[in-house]
């Protein structure tokens, strides 16, 4: 009897296609299903509690061996609207900003946005889990996810990071890509990309399947449509490459 396929993935609305395609599209029959924040599905593959998970990209390098298993991954190719700076100061005057706890990725991108695309060198401190969800009086934050449907509409000032990303370096971001411990056997792969496609192929579906769990996004199928592009494409390989050079 085969063991199943134990797989860790995001529980965010820029997820719910590839959630969508392993649980319909009857390409994984032999499957269980973790759903997580970014920061867990990186240890649950770390662990081994896993075998194939989406990983953020500032987690890769924490694995002394990783393959990328998926032709599919979590990008922005302009605004991607869930990965911000948020602030009640402009840039040039923010001295201390605070951190989400659910993703390291985009705390990586902050310092490198702020170094050497803003020039400015901010204090940096740690939010506890839950704590950028009802960030009373703090000035400045670094917020992902759906809940920043909601926090835009507190701050005077928006900094989109992958657009930011964009802008200094001309490349496309991944924030996220499917990667296994070591390599999985072929039919499993196939099997894999075929369900992420089958959902990524049907948004507007996935949307229906999970109209329980939909945050208030305005136009969700929009933002899955034009704010997240899922091809994981040499541009965002060159992309990837670069940000993590700039994290080693």
């Known amino acids: 009897m085969n063991l199943p396929l134990k797989i860790s993935a995001v529980s965010y609305l820029n997820t719910f296609p590839f959630v969508h395609g392993i649980l319909n599209s009857g390409y994984l029959e032999n499957f269980r299903l973790d759903l997580d924040v970014p920061s867990v599905c990186a240890e649950k593959l770390k662990n081994g509690d896993v075998d194939v998970a989406l990983v953020p990209a ?103 990071l992958a657009e930011e990303w964009i802008r200094f370096t001309g490349l496309p971001f991944v924030f996220a890509a499917w990667l296994s411990k070591k390599p999985i056997d072929e039919s499993v792969h196939e099997s894999l990309n075929n369900a992420l496609k089958w959902g990524i192929d049907r948004k507007a579906e996935s949307l229906d399947f999970f109209r329980d769990k939909l945050p208030n996004c305005g136009d969700c199928l929009s933002y899955l449509e ?23």
């Not at 990586?108 to 060198?121: P, R, S, Y």
């Not at 996810?145 to 507190?154: I, R, S």
């Open 226 to 248: 034009n704010n997240i592009s899922f091809q994981f494409d040499d541009e965002k390989k060159k992309g990837m490459e670069l940000f993590l050079h700039y994290i080693k």
């Open 58 to 160: 500032g987690a890769i390098p924490d694995f002394d061996k990783s393959f990328i298993v998926s032709e599919y991954c979590i990008g922005a190719t302009g605004k991607v609207k869930t990965v911000l700076l948020l602030s009640q100061k402009p840039l040039e005057r923010i001295d201390k900003i605070y951190l989400d706890y659910d993703s390291r990725t985009s705390v990586k991108l902050v310092k490198i946005l702020a170094e050497h695309h803003w020039k400015i060198d901010p204090q940096w401190n740690n939010l506890n889990p839950g704590q950028s969800e009802h960030p009373e009086n703090i000035d400045s934050l670094v917020a992902i996810g759906d809940k920043t449907f909601a926090l835009v509409k507190q701050y005077n000032y928006v900094y989109d």
